[in-house]
Nanobody, 113 residues
Framework: QVQLVESGGGLVQPGGSLRLSCAAS????????MAWYRQAPGKERELVAR???????NYADSVKGRFTISRDNAKKTVSLQMNNLKPEDTAVYYC???????WGQGTQVTVSS
């Protein structure tokens, strides 16, 4: 059974930083493409960043140059470093393995002064 547990969200001022972490069990992180998604109130869930099996990455245009996705295979975690946060980054953030339909509970990120 796939379990994904996101953590690291919180309230931060515009321009600040947060680091999200996703702990995965039931899958081998190194053998899966992993992604971070987010869902803002009243909006559809959207892809934020993806890291492929061999380490290449891609990002939504809105976060390029500010967010960095990474993976720790030994710790079975996937992280999202978020810098220069903007109010429009406010959302619940989720991680997901591309091959599976399971979602975690998400972690709330609120960017506000």
């Amino acid at each position: 059974q796939v379990q994904l547990v996101e953590s690291g969200g919180g309230l931060v001022q515009p321009g600040g930083s947060l680091r999200l972490s996703c702990a995965a069990s039931g899958i081998i992180v190194s053998e899966n493409s992993m992604a971070w998604y987010r869902q803002a109130p009243g909006k559809e869930r959207e892809l934020v960043a993806r890291i492929f099996i061999f380490g290449s990455t891609n990002y939504a245009d809105s976060v390029k140059g500010r967010f960095t996705i990474s993976r720790d295979n030994a710790k079975k975690t996937v992280s999202l470093q978020m810098n220069n946060l903007k109010p429009e980054d406010t959302a619940v953030y989720y991680c997901k393995a591309d091959r599976y339909d399971d979602w975690g509970q998400g972690t709330q990120v609120t960017v506000s002064s």
